[in-house]
């Protein structure tokens, strides 16, 4: 395996198993134990690490080293809010150019919202989710708003998944209020949509303030 794909492999496996809520929040990774578990250089690690840093999902400390981003309830309280501003802004002439082919997507990831859900697939709710959102914004023509909107719509699925409750709690409001946001793009009613599309932001907050604890050490990933 060469430098580039060893470097990927690590950056794939700990972003899954942070989506996955394997590595708990504030967890310190060891190079040392990833390296000794691939028999590799520290080279690619370090690599994958900044990239890691770079989307949000660890952070790197003088003399510390890597460790799982620990945002505080605050932190995520404050990261949602400004996602919400975020996207609000970004969709604010969403019916001016969302597509009937977009709109058909969107009912097609809320049927595999609900899959994921059914079948406890964590990871892939989060991607679903990921995308819906990423497609409320396509339309979007500034590109800098567009931009930061994206980065705050994969920081705070970051957060969701280091503290959601998804493998224990049965509710379905988020593909129910997914299915009421495209009933409004499909009625072109902008102030419904934009009075739910920021409720549905802010109102998962008080859902990330404990955790799922099935953790691991970070060489144990690799082995």
Known sequence: MTRQSMKEHVYQTIKHA???QKLAPGQKLVENDISESLSISRTPIRQAFAKLEDEGFITILPNKGAQVVNPSVDEIAEAFIHRQQLEGLATANIMAWITAEEIAELQALIKAEQTSHQQ???????HINIRFHSILIQGCNNRFLKYNT?????????????????YQKKDTRGPEEHQMLVNYLV??????????LAKH???TIDEYKSRVKKFHQAGELFN
Do not use: P, R, V, W
Request: hydrophobic share 40%.
């Open 18 to 20: 942070i989506y996955e």
């Open 120 to 126: 406890k697939d964590f990871l892939a709710y989060i």
């Open 150 to 166: 994206e980065k705050m719509i994969n920081q705070t699925h970051i957060y969701l998944a280091l503290y959601d409750h998804f």
């Open 187 to 196: 009625e072109k009613n902008q102030a419904l949509f934009s009075s739910l």
């Open 201 to 203: 932001i802010t109102g």
